[in-house]
C-alpha cells in the first residue's frame, strides 16, 4: 500500500483514468558523467512509489514523482521528460544546495 494523494490508497485507485504506464526514474548523486544513475522501471502492475528518496548521503530531501504522474494525467500529454535537481541541502554540516537529481521518463495512456 502506498500513500497517494495523502491517503491510504492503491495508486490504481489514485489514477482510475491511466489505462498503462512505462516510466524509467534515473536517481542520480551529481550531474557529471561519474554519478552512475540508479535506475528504476515501473509499470502499471508495479507502479512508482509517490516519493523517491534523493540518494546522495546526507540529503534528506524526496522526490516528489506524485506530483509528475498527477500533472501528466490532468494536462493529458503521454510523453513524460523531467528532470528535478534536488534543492535539498547536502546535510547537517553543509548548507550548499545538494547536487542530487533525478530524471523521469516514459509514457503514460489514458483510458478514452
Ligand atoms: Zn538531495
Redesign the pocket.
Known sequence: MSFYGGKKVSFEEAFPKIDSLGLTIEIKQGMTKFDTPDIRIYSLKYPPPPKIS?S?TG?D?EFDIERIIRHTVVSGDAKIDRTMM???T?GRHDSRS???NCKVYGEITLKK
Do not use: A
Open positions: 534523493c546522495r540529503c530531501h534536488c534543492k535539498g547536502m545538494c547536487i542530487g
